[in-house]
């Protein structure tokens, strides 16, 4: 079972490795594009997907302080998200995975924080059993897991 993934965003200079996955919560669901960085060890809900899907900050228990392009943010966990992605052959693969989200502390961090979008660190790939395949040079990434017997 392989999901694909593309080599480039928006435009062919900028080489992240990215596709577009639908997030579910126990109040909403979301169409929303992700970024797989392979430099993340968490793996991190933006802050503009999270004030799509409605959650709220109140209820959720602060995490370690997350580093995001040299920045520090206040981090905080939730564990009822649902990552829905399609495989090749068009079968919706879904994958709990609690999630560090980042909320700004002040009217700077916010606009910062508008520009970072959702990251899939290697955290999931390692907990998920997920290998990632990629070849620039092709243009062909996609992330592969055996099927369970």
């Given at each position: ?69 040299g920045r520090k943010y206040q ?41 970072i979008p959702t990251i899939i ?29």
């Open positions: 079972m392989r999901i694909p993934l593309l080599t480039s965003l928006n435009q062919e200079e900028m080489t992240y490795l990215n596709n577009t996955v639908l997030l579910t919560t126990p109040r909403k669901i979301l169409n929303t594009s992700f970024i797989l960085d392979t430099g993340s060890p968490k793996t991190i809900l933006s802050y503009l997907d999270a004030m799509r899907l409605q959650i709220s900050f109140e209820s959720l228990p602060k995490t370690n302080i997350v580093r995001i392009g981090g905080y966990c939730f564990n009822r998200l649902t990552f829905c992605f399609r495989s090749e052959d068009g079968k919706l693969i879904k994958e709990e995975f609690p999630v560090c989200v980042i909320k700004p502390t002040s009217e700077k961090e916010m606009e910062e924080l508008y520009n660190g290697t955290d999931f790939l390692k907990e998920k059993k997920y290998i990632l395949f990629c070849d620039m040079t092709n243009n062909v990434a996609y992330l592969e897991k055996k099927d369970e017997e």
